[in-house]
């Protein structure tokens, strides 16, 4: 064997080459290619791409890093359930562009946080994380609540993925400004009439439109299947 | 093990800049640990996919039905005694888990006041114990039942029931 | 390009070796000074200022990117261009492409030190950097290949040593790697969107990130070890046989493991498996690596009372089998149900990036800097302090981060008597952590302080007043 090896690979260097290179690609086709295929987990009913402002809140969620101190993703245990929600389902994430199932939860995860928290309670946790939750050691963001959002940021992204498969029409993207206009005033009436202050440009109402709809289509979809069948959540 | 090898100079040398190596064999172990690898791989994956066909999605399930057995969901509508202890470990939940939306002094902030005479949802302690359990969805009240669990969910209720009439008691 | 005729010994070209050793130990410094912050901002988080550009979310990508790819990329290619010039027995086949690949793999390293910071980020684990860098990376690569291939070309030996086996294998797979999970559609020059998506998006990811510590910080540093080490205890390699066998199994196994970092997650039941058994099966191969290493030493370690080089091998290639075995274990689908998501997998990677990396890399370069400047090691007693304080450091960092890792586990799995989680709240979690964080950040700020240390005897040895006095100085050779 170590004769074979020593005559026939070691003095020919283009054979060893092209001998790595097929042995490195072969785990990775057998455990890629099948996701493309029906082999991948199915696109899950009433699973929406997010709204111009929602995305926009996305992209500030990758921008901060979020993703290295906190999971979107609800594994299958009782203890996972019992504290976040349904566990995830692959489905759940075919509009996600970049994935965000992060690696380390230095804080709790946040795949079911939506609709948990008053858009108040956010607004607080974004200021000082202290003020709702005793002990946080999460940074403090006061830039969001002075950084303003750019729709025709927000339209680009909407373009790009459109272009990676996530279903925007070229009139969601035209009407991207007014929708997220929309949906701004609707959070920020929330927010002044609990007695806070903020308008419709600035980055925290993307943030919270973004966090207040993580998981919740995921979780009446989850439900939905488990009232038809009659199984535990 | 090096005695059992011989040492034997492979004479590559003067192709290795000067490093020469050794003829030695394969340590024994080190195949046996080799091999068993490959053999305990194959038959977990085989095992566990075509012979006991198992998946997280039915661990789960089998995880939650025995939970279901052993810690039975309390009958609708049972509340906590008012007892002192239980006030006392009532206040230490509410303590940790409700000031930052309720205030330290119950009268409101992100969520409502807990201590005057409006009651949304309702002000029984049964009513209490069934708002905390479920939550407000529409207003961000989480549904603390999981998290908390039944029972220091009863407990909380019994506190806040408790602390509702002016001037506030402390228990005992 | 400027062959030496076969009568005149080859010129090697050892400037571009010096480049890539100084680029290391800067970067290096650079790289650990960011985890030393970002560390002391776990343990008391007010430390970031509340300023945007320092918050632990942009400078951790910053941390692990520099020391991966900076401080790890430099090292080996410092290793690499001294090495395979004198293992083929010519110098590097073209100077051009070797000055191009230290030059653009530096400015990629000041433009990602700039971007990431910034919050310029594609969002994905250990490839956050944004699609014109990672054109650019793609380019370097291309150079540094054709290079690489070039000076094989033109070798004046028969056949190719193990160490250039390794080499090659990192040659070839990373950019196939990097390229496949960089494929994305840009919205404009700083962001861009991976074109696949969730799940898919994910495993991608894995692949690469997984096989990033397959090809980038395991076989090049194997690569390293396998000339540096016979080459400084003056022994042969203990099997030749070994050598064959675990680089072939390394090749074909370390590809398929990648799903082991989405174990319970949404991808097919199948894959995870997968993920999980490749890994078991990593073990022996990698462990062949470490036998090599360590076996390699017979006769040799008396030397390691005196030899700060030995020393730092010897602990490098210790922690490597000793990752290894872990690296397998934590990827059994129990085992990791309570180990992910938990600073245990923060100690794990540790014991491989301090402890076989870092060591390994320390002791290239002080094998490496009395011979490129061809003067004595400025103080060898310098070098073991180094060695001591590095060892101690890495001891304190991965202890505390497996203790800390089992309680997080633990308490967020525990289950009173009611059935209900023991301990709800998050606070609890983050308070019995605490004190394992101050003692990580402890353990990191000594590495660091070794770093200077290797620093200062690096330029004493360097550029000191020749007339050498240094206690304890051993002579080059």
């Known amino acids: 064997m170590s004769n074979f090896h020593r005559d026939n690979i070691e003095p020919r260097s283009v054979v060893m080459a092209v001998l790595t290179t097929v042995l490195i690609s072969i785990g990775g086709l057998v455990e890629i290619v099948p996701l493309f295929t029906s082999a991948g987990p199915p696109p899950m009913d009433g699973i929406k791409p997010l709204t111009a402002l929602e995305i926009t809140g996305r992209d500030i969620y990758l921008r901060e890093g979020c993703y290295v101190c906190h999971s979107q993703m609800v594994r299958p245990f009782r203890s996972e359930t019992l504290r976040y929600g349904p566990w995830s389902r692959g489905g759940e994430y075919v509009y996600d562009h970049p994935f965000q199932l992060g690696s380390r939860r230095t804080g709790p995860d946040l795949a079911r946080v939506g609709s948990k928290y008053p858009d108040s309670w956010h607004f607080e946790h974004m200021a000082d994380a202290r003020q709702t939750s005793d002990g946080s050691i999460m940074p403090k963001y006061p830039w969001l609540f002075e950084w303003t959002i750019d729709p025709a940021q927000t339209q680009a992204t909407m373009l790009a993925l459109s272009r990676v498969g996530v279903p925007y029409t070229e009139a969601q993207i035209a009407s991207a400004p007014a929708d997220m206009k929309t949906q701004a005033t609707k959070i920020v009436t929330g927010l002044t009439a609990a007695g806070y202050d903020t308008t419709e440009d600035k980055e925290i109402v993307a943030v919270i439109a973004y966090l207040q709809q993580l998981g919740v289509n995921a979780r009446a979809s989850i439900e939905a299947e488990q009232a038809k069948t009659g199984g535990t959540k | 093990m090096s005695d059992q090898n011989h040492d034997k100079i492979m004479g590559h040398a003067a192709d290795n800049d000067g490093i020469e190596e050794y003829d030695n064999a394969l340590p024994n172990w080190w195949v046996g640990l080799f091999l068993f690898c490959i053999v305990w791989g194959i038959g977990y994956a085989v095992d566990y996919h075509f012979i006991s066909h198992r998946s997280q999605a039915g661990y789960y399930d089998v995880e939650m039905a025995e939970a279901a057995v052993k810690w039975p969901a309390p009958a609708a509508g049972s509340v906590a005694p008012l007892t002192p202890e239980v006030l006392a470990e009532g206040k230490e939940i509410f303590t940790q888990n409700c000031v930052a939306c309720h205030g330290a002094d119950m009268h409101g902030k992100i969520g409502p006041n807990l201590v005057d005479d409006v009651w949304i949802h309702g002000g029984t302690q049964a009513d209490i114990t069934k708002t905390i359990t479920t939550g407000v969805k529409e207003k961000g009240m989480p549904t603390w039942e999981p998290i908390l669990g039944p029972d220091r969910v009863a407990k909380v209720a019994a506190y806040v029931f408790s602390s509702k009439e002016p001037p506030s008691p402390s228990p005992q | 390009m400027d062959q030496p005729s076969p009568t005149v010994p080859a010129v090697y070209d050892d400037a571009i070796v010096k480049k890539f050793a100084w680029a290391t130990m800067i970067w290096g410094f650079v790289g650990m000074l960011v985890g030393v912050i970002i560390a002391l901002e776990l343990a008391y988080w007010p430390t970031n200022l509340s300023i945007p550009y320092i918050t632990f979310g942009r400078l951790r990508p910053l941390h692990t990117n520099a020391v991966i790819f900076a401080f790890g990329g430099n090292i080996v290619f410092a290793g690499i261009y001294y090495s395979m010039q004198r293992l083929m027995k010519v110098r590097m086949w073209n100077d051009i492409l070797s000055n191009f690949h230290f030059w653009g793999w530096q400015a990629i390293i000041v433009s990602a030190a700039l971007t990431l910071p910034l919050g310029l980020t594609e969002g994905k684990e250990y490839a956050e950097l944004i699609w014109p860098i990672d054109v650019a990376i793609a380019v370097v690569w291309v150079a540094f290949a054709i290079n690489f291939f070039g000076t094989i070309a033109i070798r004046k030996v028969a056949h190719l040593y193990v160490a250039i086996w390794f080499y090659m294998s990192f040659v070839i797979t990373i950019p196939v790697l990097h390229i496949v999970n960089s494929l994305a559609v840009p919205a404009t020059l700083t962001r861009s969107y991976p074109i696949y998506s969730g799940m898919t998006d994910a495993l991608v990811q894995w692949w690469y990130g997984h096989n990033a510590v397959g090809f980038f910080l395991t076989t090049p540093f194997l690569g390293l070890m396998y ?49 999980m058994v490749f890994s078991i099966m990593l073990l022996a191969p990698s462990w062949g690596g470490m036998l090599n290493g360590l076996l390699t030493l017979r006769g040799a370690w008396d030397r390691l009372r005196t030899d700060p080089v030995l020393k730092f091998y010897v602990v490098g290639v210790s922690f490597y089998g000793m990752s290894t075995f872990e690296g397998p274990m934590m990827s059994i689908r129990a085992v990791n149900a309570l180990a992910h998501y938990t600073s245990w997998v923060v100690g794990h990677v540790h014991s491989g990036a301090l402890g076989w990396n870092g060591m390994v890399t320390f002791g290239t370069l002080y094998w490496l800097l009395p011979r490129l400047y061809k003067r004595p090691l400025y103080s060898t007693d310098l070098a073991t302090l180094h060695f001591w304080i590095a060892t101690i450091g890495i001891v304190l960092y991965t202890i505390s981060m497996w203790a800390g890792g089992l309680n997080e586990g633990l308490m967020a799995r525990a289950i009173d008597d009611h059935g209900q989680l023991l301990y709800p709240m998050w606070k609890d979690i983050i308070t019995r952590l605490q004190p394992f964080y101050w003692v990580r950040f402890g353990g990191g700020l000594l590495f660091l302080s070794g770093v200077v240390l290797m620093l200062f005897n690096a330029a004493m040895t360097a550029f000191g007043p020749t007339t050498q006095s240094a206690p304890g100085a051993a002579p080059a050779k």
């Open chain 3, 227 to 275: 000339y540096f080490l016979p080459r400084a205890a003056e022994r042969p390699v203990y099997s030749y046989r070994l050598s064959i066998i675990h680089f072939w199994g390394l090749v074909f196994l370390y590809i398929w493991a990648g799903p082991h970092h989405l174990l319970y997650s949404g991808l097919p039941d199948w894959a995870q498996t997968l993920g």
